[in-house]
């Protein structure tokens, strides 16, 4: 009869034989249980197919082989050992009476972790591709002035403050509202933490203009959860556009490439807000100068036309008076002697009739002759000087004549030209 404790030594003993050196073993991190009082590390390793799992084991490894691989994996990665990750770990099989079987792991290849890594980005990037939402969330169209902003990022993260502290305090006075959702940023809750506050920030959409993913002051460490595939895919096809400002200076990761807009830093990311309100604080001083600029513009071209109209129209006025004096001057000239010679001949012939006609014809030619004078008369006023008397003048204001009254304002001082002299005077009422 065997007790319990035999059979785990048979089984134990029967382990040490056979499996008594170390192999490379590829397995899924499902849980890590690091202890930190110890220092000690029992991650839960399973193997999945289809997303079963088909294998599952615990693995130990010391605080002091822990303290080694987590610092070389750090410096090679970038990243830390979290769940969810695939490693190739350096292990041998041990088994023990109370504890059961397990792996007793004494290194983790950094390379394999990366190569697994690079494979799981390139597979989030075609699959995003092959779903059409690769260019979704950059093909939203970007609001002129996007002041109402959903920040999700860490409250205490140093990032985080540079941007409060440019946003805020920024020297030309714009203002910004925007409102933190707290998240985790790196690690393998990064993902789901993420995740649920661009959920939360979706329902309320309506209250922001864009969705701000920051991220500073943790180098390059952690990074990985940006190329996860649930994460990308919920950025690409959020309704509102998304800009990261993760802050690193490594390649980008796919949460960066599907973006609407990225930064590479949090800093840089505020100055781009406040460059957009600089862009169109410029387009308005445009249009403002444009709006004084082109009414002047268009007057000062009036002004110069109704000048050119107004000499064109004193020179024409000026020639037609001449011509007009002239032709009076003519017909004042025929009417002072034609009727003069006429009078003449007609008083030799009025005396001849005198002499030969009977005497009742007298009385005709009296009246003929008072006619005659009437006519005389009459030409008389034709006169040039006569007609510039009746009321012909000129009315200029700082020497342009003047045709309306839209051209004078109350007490502008006007020169009236006249037949005889000039009138300086100030306007007292204006009637249209």
């Given amino acids: 009869?065997?007790?319990?404790?035999?059979?785990?030594?048979?089984?134990?003993?029967?382990?040490?034989?056979?499996?008594?050196?170390?192999?490379?073993?590829?397995?899924?991190?499902?849980?890590?249980?690091?202890?930190?009082?110890?220092?000690?590390?029992?991650?839960q390793l399973v193997e999945k197919r289809e997303?079963?799992?088909?294998?599952?084991?615990?693995?130990?490894?010391?605080?002091?082989?822990?303290?080694q691989i987590i610092k070389k994996f750090r410096e090679a990665t970038g990243e830390e050992i979290t769940e969810g990750m695939t490693i190739l770990c350096h292990a041998r099989v041990n088994y023990h009476p109370v504890y059961g079987l397990s792996l007793q792991i004494a290194d983790i290849d950094p390379a394999f972790t990366m190569g697994e890594m690079a494979k799981e980005r390139q597979n989030t990037i075609k699959k995003l591709k092959e779903e059409g939402l690769w260019?979704?969330?950059?093909?939203?169209?970007?609001?002129?002035?996007?002041?109402?902003?959903?920040?999700?990022?860490?409250?205490?993260?140093?990032g985080y403050q540079d941007f409060r502290s440019i946003i805020d305090d920024n020297s030309?006075?714009?203002?910004?509202f925007h409102i933190l959702f707290p998240a985790l940023l790196q690690g393998d809750k990064a993902v789901e933490s993420i995740?649920?506050?661009?959920?939360?920030?979706?329902?309320?959409?309506?209250?922001?203009?864009?969705?701000?993913?920051?991220?500073?002051?943790?180098?390059d460490v952690g990074l990985n959860c940006f190329d996860h595939y649930d994460l990308a895919s919920r950025v690409a096809a959020f309704p509102l556009p998304v800009i990261s400002g993760i802050g690193h200076s490594t390649n980008?990761?796919?949460?960066?490439?599907?973006?609407?807009?990225?930064?590479?830093?949090?800093?840089?990311?505020?100055?781009?807000?406040?460059?957009?309100?600089h862009n169109f604080s410029v387009k308005l001083e445009e249009m403002a100068e444009a709006v004084v600029n082109v009414p002047a513009a268009i007057l000062d071209q009036e002004n110069r036309r109704l000048s050119e109209a107004g000499t064109r129209l004193v020179t024409g006025t000026l020639?037609?008076?001449?011509?007009?004096?002239?032709?009076?001057?003519?017909?004042?000239?025929?009417?002072?002697?034609?009727?003069?010679?006429?009078?003449?001949?007609?008083?030799?012939?009025?005396?001849?009739?005198?002499s030969s006609i009977p005497k009742g014809i007298t009385s005709l030619v009296s009246a003929k002759r008072i006619r005659l004078d009437a006519l005389e008369q009459h030409l008389r006023i034709l006169d040039p000087k006569n007609v510039l008397e009746r009321g012909y003048s000129?009315?200029?204001?700082?020497?342009?004549?003047?045709?309306?009254?839209?051209?004078?304002?109350?007490?502008?001082?006007?020169?009236?030209?006249?037949?005889?002299?000039?009138?300086?005077?100030?306007?007292?009422?204006?009637?249209?």
Avoid at 172 to 176: A, I, L, S, V
Avoid at 412 to 432: C, M, V, Y
């Fill in 1 to 43: 009869m065997l007790t319990l404790l035999d059979i785990t030594k048979e089984i134990q003993s029967a382990i040490l034989l056979k499996m008594n050196r170390y192999y490379w073993v590829k397995a899924e991190i499902a849980k890590l249980n690091y202890y930190r009082q110890s220092g000690h590390c029992y991650p």
């Fill in 51 to 67: 997303n079963l799992v088909v294998a599952e084991m615990r693995a130990t490894i010391w605080a002091n082989d822990y303290q």
């Fill in 135 to 158: 260019d979704q969330n950059r093909n939203i169209p970007m609001p002129l002035l996007p002041k109402r902003l959903a920040v999700i990022s860490v409250e205490s993260s140093k």
């Fill in 172 to 176: 030309w006075g714009y203002r910004f």
């Fill in 195 to 219: 995740g649920k506050q661009l959920e939360l920030i979706r329902k309320h959409r309506h209250h922001f203009d864009v969705v701000l993913i920051i991220r500073g002051g943790g180098g």
């Fill in 252 to 277: 980008e990761t796919v949460v960066e490439m599907v973006s609407h807009t990225n930064s590479i830093t949090p800093t840089d990311l505020a100055y781009g807000l406040i460059q957009k309100f």
């Fill in 319 to 354: 020639l037609f008076t001449r011509q007009q004096s002239a032709l009076i001057r003519q017909l004042a000239t025929r009417a002072t002697f034609g009727p003069m010679q006429k009078t003449g001949r007609m008083e030799g012939i009025l005396g001849q009739l005198e």
């Fill in 394 to 432: 000129i009315v200029r204001k700082e020497g342009r004549a003047l045709r309306t009254t839209t051209e004078v304002t109350l007490d502008d001082e006007l020169e009236i030209t006249l037949f005889q002299g000039i009138i300086h005077a100030d306007i007292k009422k204006i009637t249209p």
